[in-house]
């Protein structure tokens, strides 16, 4: 059940978090919105470890996790902030989704997925392309592309790095350690790429950066770290099908966006890929304790 809360989690949370960066970056740089983001979750998660009494991962593991953090957080999602300067949201969720066949690509030589895995992976793309592909004048732009091509690659790997050479330690510490290395990268790159902001601070661009500290981070991102231990990762990554769905329920719903035949059907082919891959892949083992 821990493991069905975490992916509904990631999956919910994360759905909502494009549009969070676009707000954001009306006021913050792409990485004055990685130091203000990972600055506050880190402190939060590093101090609520500490009141839990979590015990610190091993020394050996250390590099491991700031390796983790600056892959995951200072390096793919600072690459989704910049592509956001340049590309429409929905495109970046429409690349951001192949995080689950590179996560299978990586991982495939000990976890085959089969034709029907494939089938699922696949049939999942089809699916986020058909509901969030973008209209005719959506704006396009070569290194906003390139940069949302690269993020899942950097993603899914350091998610597989940590799975196999971090086992120790408390969940909310090693997220702690993982933002606070994504906030220190934040706060040296900011100054030599324009600066912590692009415009004046809007209250709208503030409590963007806080909602992303406080959900997308703090904790969305612990539920993130505790599925890649738990289940297998071309399962775990199927996360990234559900988040333009739940971003164009968002929008219909709170913002009255168009929500028509291409939604539904859209929604529908992600729903029945993610079932599939589930089905495909069983229930997840346990995974013993380092």
């Known amino acids: 059940m821990l493991g069905w809360l975490a992916y509904l989690t990631v999956a919910v949370v994360w759905g909502s978090t494009y549009f969070a960066i676009a707000l954001g970056l009306e006021s913050f740089t792409p990485y004055g919105l990685v130091a203000a983001r990972f600055s506050l979750a880190s402190v939060l998660a590093l101090a609520m470890g500490r009141l839990r009494r979590e015990p610190?991962?091993?020394?050996?593991?250390?590099?491991?996790?700031?390796?983790?953090?600056?892959l995951l957080l200072g390096g793919s999602n600072a690459l989704v902030?910049?592509?956001?300067?340049?590309?429409?949201?929905?495109?970046?969720a429409v690349l951001a989704a192949l995080v689950p066949l590179w996560l299978a690509v990586f991982s495939m030589a000990k976890q085959p997925l089969g034709p029907k895995g494939w089938m699922g992976l696949l049939l999942g793309l089809a699916g986020v392309v058909v509901l969030?592909?973008?209209?005719?004048?959506?704006?396009?732009h070569s290194g906003g592309l390139a940069a949302l091509v690269a993020a899942p690659i950097i993603w899914s790997w350091g998610t597989l790095h940590g799975k196999h050479f971090v086992h120790g330690g408390g969940l909310l510490t090693n997220v702690g350690i993982q933002m606070a290395t994504a906030a220190v990268i934040g706060l040296t790159v900011a100054p030599l790429t324009g600066g912590f902001l692009r415009g004046p601070l809007t209250h709208?661009?503030?409590?963007?950066a806080v909602y992303l500290a406080l959900f997308g981070s703090m904790?969305?991102?612990?539920?993130?770290?505790?599925?890649?231990?738990?289940?297998p990762p071309a399962k775990m990554g199927t996360y990234a099908y559900l988040n333009p769905l739940v971003a164009v329920l968002l929008g219909s719903l709170i913002l009255h966006e168009a929500f028509g035949l291409r939604q539904v059907l859209g929604m529908a082919?992600?729903?029945g890929a993610v079932a599939l891959v589930q089905l495909r892949m069983?229930?997840?083992?346990?995974?013993?304790?380092?």
């Open 56 to 70: 610190w991962p091993p020394a050996r593991e250390l590099p491991h996790l700031m390796i983790v953090g600056a």
């Open 81 to 92: 902030s910049w592509a956001e300067l340049h590309v429409s949201s929905g495109l970046a």
């Open 132 to 140: 969030v592909w973008p209209s005719g004048d959506a704006r396009v």
């Open 204 to 208: 709208k661009a503030l409590g963007a």
């Open 219 to 231: 904790l969305a991102f612990s539920a993130y770290v505790y599925l890649a231990k738990v289940w």
């Open 269 to 271: 082919i992600i729903l």
């Open 282 to 290: 069983g229930p997840a083992a346990p995974v013993p304790e380092g």
